[in-house]
Nanobody, 115 residues
């Protein structure tokens, strides 16, 4: 059974930093991408950052230069380092793994940027 568990969310002041982690377990074959998405109430879930199967990273324009996606293959963990946070980054952040046959989501972690 595949599980994705996010952690690291919380309340931070504008300009601050947080690092999200996504620990995944279970057998996942033919991974096409691994990434982070976010969602605010009333809006669609949007892509934040993504690793493709070839190792290329892609970022939403709104987070370029501020967020960095990384992974530790030995620990089966995906990270999202978020710097220079803005109030508009407030959302529930979800970890995602897309394989050739399935899509896996974590339960989400709340990030609130507020003074």
């Amino acid at each position: 059974q595949v599980q994705l568990v996010e952690s690291g969310g919380g309340l931070v002041q504008p300009g601050g930093s947080l690092r999200l982690s996504c620990a995944f377990s279970g057998s996942i074959f033919s991974i096409r991408s691994m990434g982070w998405y976010r969602q605010v109430p009333g809006k669609q879930r949007e892509l934040v950052a993504l690793f493709t199967s070839s190792g290329i990273s892609n970022y939403a324009d709104s987070v370029k230069g501020r967020f960095t996606i990384s992974r530790d293959n030995a620990k089966n963990t995906l990270y999202l380092q978020m710097n220079s946070l803005k109030p508009e980054d407030t959302a529930v952040y979800y970890c995602n793994i897309q394989s050739s046959w399935s899509t896996y989501w974590g339960q989400g972690t709340q990030v609130t940027v507020s003074s």
